[in-house]
């Protein structure tokens, strides 16, 4: 059962920049269907879709954050890793990773987060 | 960015009863939707994908229906185990978009 672990340093201060990681174990991240994606959720708010990647590289940010945001994945550590710049209060937030699959109904693709990790929290502050 | 609404945002119910959940979108998004389930200090869990389809491992009593830009997700003879707070997901086009969530109490 493939399981995701976030892990990082809790607290950052402002203008820093965050670095997070996601472990996979019971299983490898090497895929030809799976994204790896990361979501934070602040206090009070929904969740936000940060941005995916796969194992080839290929990724997508959300464009409210993208100019900050970098995402990579080492293979051989079955790890996903998450890079945010020049942070402010306003990125306090839980920080999961999640694997994006396809979910096939008839001929209709759906993209579904089917495995989350529990999240790691993050405070921004001096 | 598809704007994705939920209500209500909090709700109180008994065991036994059926919960229903509100979800809309901003645009239509055809069956591009999926439901997912998160209690405190657990991974969020799907529920319910392509607006109607039940995750494998789901007990039956969660169904969804809707499509286009409104949605439902009903949980019929509630348990107590459902104490929960309910989300939305638009899949539709990216960035990928969630409700504010729903909270529901078990009384």
């Known amino acids: 059962q493939v399981q995701l672990q976030e892990s990082g340093p809790g607290l950052v201060k402002p203008s820093q920049t965050l670095s997070l990681t996601c472990t996979v174990s019971?299983?490898?991240?090497?895929?030809?269907?799976?994204?790896w994606t990361w979501i934070r959720q602040s206090a009070g708010e929904g969740p936000k879709w940060i941005g995916r990647?796969?194992?080839?590289?290929?990724?997508t940010y959300n464009p409210s954050l993208n100019s900050r945001v970098t995402m990579s994945v080492d293979t051989s550590k079955n790890q996903i890793f998450l890079k945010m710049t020049s942070v402010t209060a306003a990125d306090t937030a839980l920080y999961y990773c999640?694997?994006?699959?396809?979910?096939?109904?008839?001929?209709?693709?759906?993209?579904?987060?089917?495995?989350w990790g529990q999240g790691t929290a993050v405070i921004v502050s001096s | 960015d598809i704007q994705m609404t939920q209500s209500p945002s909090s709700l109180s119910a008994s065991v036994g009863d059926r919960v229903i959940i509100s979800c809309r979108a901003s645009?239509?998004?055809?069956?591009?939707l999926n439901w997912y389930q998160h209690k405190p200090g657990k991974a969020p869990k799907i529920l319910i994908y392509?607006?109607?389809n039940l995750q494998s491992g789901v007990p039956s009593r969660f169904s969804g229906s809707g499509s286009g830009t409104g949605f439902t997700l009903t949980i019929s003879n509630v348990q107590s185990e459902d104490c929960a707070t309910y989300y939305c997901?638009?899949?539709?086009?990216?960035?990928?978009?969630f409700g504010q969530g729903t909270k529901v109490e078990i009384k």
């Open positions: 999640a694997r994006q699959t396809v979910l096939m109904v008839l001929a209709d693709r759906n993209y579904v987060l089917d495995v």
């Open positions: 019971g299983g490898s991240i090497i895929s030809d269907i799976y994204y």
């Open positions: 997901q638009q899949s539709n086009s990216t960035p990928w978009t």
């Open positions: 392509g607006a109607v």
């Open positions: 990647i796969n194992t080839s590289g290929a990724t």
């Open positions: 645009q239509g998004i055809g069956l591009s």
